[in-house]
């Protein structure tokens, strides 16, 4: 992440190639020409307080729904939930979540 007040030039090219920005997308959240972008990460052009808050609230936006995308949502009929209770409590996993997460962990070590 970019330091208030002290952005770092190279670590904001760094970021935007690693999350495959252009130069105009970051420009337009600055409101600014694509050029301007380049000469931010060359250091020619330094960058308002305004512009470098709104691209460390865009960057934090970007990076969020990253590491978000590593978390797993799972969708189960009914019919399909109340099984799963059902097991669970035969297992003794008041839980039901508790008892998925014991069942794949279960299942992955013993396919090492």
Do not use: C
């Amino acid at each position: 992440m970019m330091k208030t007040q002290n952005m770092d030039y190279k670590e904001l090219k760094s970021w935007r190639l690693k999350h495959k920005f252009k130069q105009p997308t970051l420009a337009k959240i600055i409101g600014q020409a694509s050029i301007a972008i380049s000469k931010i990460e060359r250091g020619i052009r330094n960058i308002t307080p305004a512009e470098e808050k709104l691209l460390e609230n865009f960057i934090r936006d970007v990076d969020a729904k990253e590491s978000s995308k590593n978390s797993l949502e799972l969708h189960f009929t009914q019919d399909e939930w109340n099984k799963i209770v059902r097991l669970a409590v035969e297992d003794n996993t008041p839980n039901p979540i508790d008892w998925i997460v014991k069942k794949i962990r279960n299942y992955i070590s013993m396919h090492d």
